[in-house]
């Protein structure tokens, strides 16, 4: 039977889920993975969950929401391992290809937690570069004159960059704080620490500040136990990540870096 731990968790997640749809409706409605992630959700219960009276009515709202917006035939349900990240082009992240479009986005396929833990650190990186270095090298000189750039209207270039690091630090804390058991959690604090590491590396300043972000979420650095599990040697590499995104003294660490 489901646990009281679960019963809540999933009503949470339900509300969550609920509060986007209303909000946020129109960027939704086009985003495939998010349709199948809910989707998902819906079909995968708790084992002996009874659904209160009070979370029916955001149930129902979410079942109508996916009708109204299905997913298209070809993308299957439940067969989330067979997702796949973007490839990186033969001439890597110095190519010749500095544009982006849509079609670039389409490739961009978030891993299931078995998938993520058994990728190689420098594989999610090269990725993860890849996909801002795309975004970075179309934005236009435009938008950064005038301040264009406070305007998302005038620069969709650098508002597309803006938001994909949000994602990446959404995607970092949500993937920590939403694995129960204290020893996993470790596991992926430490993933993302050494992903990080390898994106500095790389010269993804961006990229590593991103997940260093999301590592700082008050939600995952309030997790004292899961922390305490983490070992030395990844502390010390994330408390230089840290030291080189510092924000005193207007990002001098990182400015010195760049």
């Known amino acids: 039977a489901a646990t009281k731990w679960e019963n809540k968790h999933h009503q949470r997640i339900l509300f969550v889920f609920n509060l986007w749809l209303q909000r946020d409706t129109l960027r939704l409605r086009d985003d495939v993975d998010f349709k199948l992630a809910l989707s998902n959700f819906l079909q995968e219960s708790p084992e002996g969950y009874v659904r209160p009276p009070a979370e ?15 997913l298209p035939i070809e993308v299957p349900h439940d067969d989330r391992k067979s997702r796949r990240l973007s490839r990186m082009p033969p001439g890597g992240l110095s190519g010749n290809n500095n544009t982006f479009s849509d079609n670039d986005m389409d490739e961009i396929i978030v891993p299931t937690k078995e998938e993520f833990f058994e990728r190689d650190d420098n594989q999610i990186a090269e990725q993860m570069a890849y996909i801002d270095n795309k975004l970075f090298r179309s934005i236009k000189s435009s938008e950064f004159l005038h301040k264009n750039f406070e305007n998302r209207t005038s620069s969709p270039c650098f508002t597309a960059m803006m938001q994909k690091f949000n994602e990446w630090g959404h995607w970092v804390a949500s993937e920590i704080v939403s694995t129960p058991e204290v020893q996993n959690r470790s596991k992926i604090i430490s993933k993302f620490v050494m992903v990080a590491q390898k994106c500095l590396e790389l010269q993804a300043f961006n990229t590593a500040y991103a997940i260093v972000a ?4 008050a939600s995952v650095q309030r997790l004292k136990q899961t922390w305490a599990l983490v070992s030395k040697e990844t502390m010390a590499v994330y408390t230089n990540l840290q030291t080189v995104f510092d924000m005193s003294l207007n990002y001098r660490n990182y400015r010195t870096l760049l």
């Open 214 to 217: 999301g590592l700082g979420n």
């Open 56 to 70: 029916k009515p955001h149930f129902m709202f979410i079942e109508q929401w996916l009708k109204k917006n299905p």
